[in-house]
């Protein structure tokens, strides 16, 4: 059969259109081929006929074509997508932790520096001192404790001790009588003494009845106090001076006060603001001196050293109260033996560089930090024992400081 020229024509556009096409299939035809047969979205009977078609279009488009201008098929590089062929590499990291970096259980508090206050020199030549830093939030916190724990100071301090029944005057002489009776005596020694001459004592417990009473009956009433032979002296001669000088009333100076056997600085000040209510100075007991130099406020060796330093920065308004709270805080807390750091709020905050913490569940046991030792005759002593004047009885029983050469 003759087949015309035409209808050869026509074929070949045909065949040339339908090439054309298959070349010029676009990128997202093919994809979404690829992914329907990933998908296996072919269903039923054209599964395997499309097989071989999906097949050879993931062939074709695997990499771009384009038609040049003769006709010729040139490829393109295709540029791989990521995320689609490509292996994915996880990098795992993997955080190192130190043993030191964990905190150990047992409690650990940062200790405090001991910062002495301060120097300043003013504009007219004259060294003053400053107030150490965080004394206000120490003060404080001492307060706080002592309101929550009663100390013997706070029922039997000799500051309580006089007769309220009394005239003013017989209560002035009992408050510096309870003072000198208290010097290395505790208070709980000190409170009954005080009864029991208030109670029993011929014609009361005042100047006179004290005048009239031989040394013996005076020694019976204060036997249970420390160095009582001592204080027995001091006592009469005490009451035989302010009757001579003073019109039967005790010194209303700190000079006149001091001037009295066996009164020093400290019971002194303390009679000055007990018995007429004007703070002149701070009473510098053993517990303030040991406290304020365990604070680190100051470096001193002696109770004067250590009331010349307090009253220097120390606001006057609490110059009175500074005794009643350190004296409390070292019976309750603050032992000269035996100190319960881990029960004051100072060392829980780091406050105090003398705290003691342990950084384990056991508490370390530290050595006393004052001891005084007393050697007595046949355990007392007796007047007799001591020569010349003793200017304070806080300093009964103690020896004098001897320096020792090292030898070379």
Known sequence: MRTSRISLDTSRVLAATRTHRTLRQTR????????????????????????????????????????????????????????LDAPVDIKQEKQETSITDIASPAKQIKKARRVPAKKVKASHGSVTVGPP????????????????????VDTMGCESLADGSRTPRDQRFQTLVALMLSSQTKDTVTAPVMRGMQERMPGGFNLESVLALEPTALNAFINKVGFHNLKTKYIKQTAEILRDKWNSEIPDTIEGLISLPGVGP?????????AWGRHEGI?????????????????????????????????????????????????????????????CKLADRGLCPSAVVARSARVKKEEAVVRVKVEAHDGEVKAEHVE?????????????????????
């Open 283 to 343: 009473g510098v007991d053993v517990h303030v001196h040991r406290i304020t130099n365990l604070w680190g406020w100051h470096k001193t060796q002696q109770p004067e050293q250590t009331r010349a330093a307090l009253e220097a920065w120390l606001p006057k308004d609490k110059w009175h109260d500074i005794n009643n709270l350190l004296v409390g805080f070292g019976q309750t807390i603050c032992l000269p033996v035996g100190r319960k750091c881990g029960e």
């Open 28 to 83: 997202t035809a093919t994809n979404a081929t690829i992914s329907g047969f990933q998908r296996g979205s072919i269903k039923g009977e054209e599964k395997a006929e499309n097989i071989g078609h999906v097949a050879s279009d993931s062939e074709l488009s695997s990499v771009p074509i384009d038609a040049g201008p003769d006709g010729e098929v040139q490829r393109v590089p295709k540029k791989r997508k990521r995320g």
């Open 133 to 152: 830093a965080n004394w206000e939030e120490m003060y404080t916190l001492t307060r706080a404790m002592r309101n929550e724990n009663v100390a013997p």
């Open 388 to 408: 010349g004047p003793m200017p304070d009885m806080e300093d009964i029983g103690k020896e004098p400081r001897r320096r020792t050469l090292r030898r070379k």
């Open 266 to 274: 400290k019971m002194a000040y303390l009679t000055m603001s007990a």
